[in-house]
Every structure is written in C-alpha cells, then in structure tokens.
C-alpha cells in the first residue's frame, strides 16, 4: 500500500450493502487528507465506493489483489473541502 492508513475496515466477513453503510459513515467522521483502507474479498467494491461516495469527497490513491489472502486492498484519501 502506497500511504499509512489512518482508518482500517476488514469486510472479508461483512454484507457488502453494511460494509458501504459502514463507510459512509467513516468517510464522515474523516478530516481532509486522511487515508482509508478497505480490505475486501470481493473486488467489485471499488465501484461500488464511488457510488456512495461521490468522487469529489475522496480520492482513490491506491488499489492491490493480494492472492495470498485472497482479498483486495483498496486506499481512499480524503479531498479537502471547498468552500462555496
């Protein structure tokens, strides 16, 4: 992985439509520049993040298959707000 993460959430054992509940509200709670991993066994996540989140609120800085433990690993920075 490219960055430290600042928050970690493991969703190889969680239903996915909790898992994206779940980050919506880590995303939240998130300071600007912050990073998020999530680790997951299904990699169709990826798009599912950005259907939840918008793409102006994060940044996808990183993505890996790890096929040794047979998860995907994907890094989220948050953006800085802009303010109107």
Request: charged share 35%; glycine share 2%.
């Amino acid at each position: 992985m490219k960055e430290k993460a600042d928050y970690i959430l493991d969703f190889r054992e969680t239903i996915i439509s909790l898992a994206l509940l779940k980050m919506t509200q880590v995303v939240r709670e998130m300071k600007a520049n912050q990073v998020l991993e999530i680790v997951t066994h299904d990699p169709d996540v990826r798009s599912d993040v950005f259907k939840v989140i918008p793409g102006s609120t994060c940044e996808l800085i990183d993505m890996e298959l790890d096929r040794k433990d047979e998860c995907c690993r994907i890094q989220l920075k948050k953006r800085k707000q802009s303010k109107a």
